[in-house]
């Protein structure tokens, strides 16, 4: 593999490895840090009953989406700036940091007003227009694996991002971390098959920490029944995160109710990943 394609997130060794600082834990180092909430911000009321049993079960970042146009444009696309005050509010009243997603250069400035994190979601994998903005807007950004993308493009999909050259007038973000949400395949039990081979390829290659969408990386009826197993595998495997989508009523979410958790299950699941953190030298 041709690392001079990736040259500012490959490793300069064994040992390198990048830590990003989310305010109250790090990622890239010994804990495993656990992003959690809704699909979509759909009212004050419900992201911060979100917020609060998420906090209290032991996560570390409150997710949930502002702007959310779907496959098919007959739907909610979301309540824009309303949404991200909301969420702003409800992360600073249980003291949690928020992460939303941003889909176009315009609406960059307002995520990263309201936002601690900024999600490119896997739609924007290889929007390179999009990635080279974000060193206008330095705070640590996510970006998720393209689900057709392979791990060279994964890489570059991260340089992109990090590049700088300011005789291009680019400035580079160097908070970036990835997300592996799954991938297409032959299977057709679940909307996507999550590749957790993407994670020890990925840190192979990268000192970029990584986590596992275990909800996107599976989707669809009846596969909520997996994220234990899955959630228990990232760790084991060497993921510095994971994200899962909660809600405290998850059969009236407006998006993803199949693979949408309560905040019971969600409780349980941070539970069962607990001994494996343990056992590999993470703490939850």
Known sequence: MNTNEFKNIAKKGPDDRTAIDLGPVGLGGDSFVIFAGPCRVESRTQIMEAAQGIKEAGGHVLRAGAFKPCTHPHCDWGRGETALRELREAGDTYQIPV??????RSQLPLVHEYSDIIQIGTRNAQ????????????????????TWMNLRETLCQAEWAYFADPARGVSGNPQIFMCERGSVHFNDHMRWTLDLAMIPSFKQVSHLPIIVDISHGTGGPGNTAYYR????????????????????????SMSDAD????LKEFAGLVDAIRPVAAAVGKQV
């Open 229 to 252: 197993d899955l959630a228990r595998a990232a760790v084991a495997v060497g993921a510095d995160g994971m994200m899962v989508e909660v809600h405290p009523d998850p059969a009236r």
């Open 259 to 262: 693979q949408t958790i309560s």
């Open 99 to 104: 992460i939303t997603e941003a889909m176009s």
């Open 127 to 146: 929007n390179y227009e999009l990635l080279r903005e974000l060193g206008e807007y330095p705070k640590p950004t996510m970006l998720k694996r393209g």
